[in-house]
């Protein structure tokens, strides 16, 4: 993923008015993220547990979407991303909400999916976070990566659509 400025952020988010877009937590530290090794932008609220958010490169250029996070039912398993495949043990995984875009969303529609719950998916795919779970796959870097994008453009057009 290529560099973006926080005006650049605030200005993608699809599924929030201007206003909440203006008053989001981005981080602070943009210009310390490993960028070459991103494929989104994705980070947790820390003034609010239960928000997140993700910014993504698409053909149409940025699309941000705001993500609530389902409560943590306190049981320890392991569950899967469903972005990037990557197992987790207990709060590793989390179920995240968006409200969809447009009039869907203005009438209450959302649409879910099961992400790792730093939203660091692309640092996992690289080896650089484990978690100590990686399950083998035949699959290179190269083809894991591409099938995180084509896995994350999927929810977005659900998020869009």
């Known amino acids: 993923m290529r560099p973006v400025t926080e005006r650049e952020i605030r200005a993608s988010f699809v599924n929030c008015?201007?206003?909440a877009a203006k008053r989001l937590a981005v981080p602070r530290d943009l210009a310390d993220w490993p960028w070459e090794d991103l494929d989104?932008?994705?980070w947790r609220d820390p003034s609010a547990r239960d928000r997140a958010y993700l910014v993504a490169e698409s053909g149409a250029g940025l699309s941000g979407v705001v993500l609530r996070v389902a409560p943590q039912s306190g049981h320890i398993r392991r569950s899967m991303c469903s972005l990037c495949l990557?197992?987790?043990?207990?709060?590793?995984v989390s179920l995240m909400t968006a409200r969809k875009a447009g009039r869907?969303?203005?009438q209450g529609n959302s649409v879910g999916?099961?992400?790792?719950?730093?939203?660091?998916?692309s640092l996992?795919?690289?080896?650089k976070k484990d978690t100590g779970l990686r399950i083998y796959e035949s699959l290179t870097v190269a083809e894991q990566v591409e099938r995180t994008?084509?896995?994350?453009a999927a929810f977005l057009h659900r998020v869009f659509g």
């Open 113 to 121: 999916v099961y992400l790792c719950s730093d939203l660091a998916c």
């Open 17 to 19: 008015t201007k206003g």
């Open 40 to 42: 989104f932008l994705g």
């Open 124 to 127: 996992y795919l690289r080896g």
């Open 149 to 152: 994008r084509v896995n994350l």
């Open 86 to 92: 990557t197992t987790h043990t207990g709060d590793g």
């Open 104 to 106: 869907n969303g203005k």
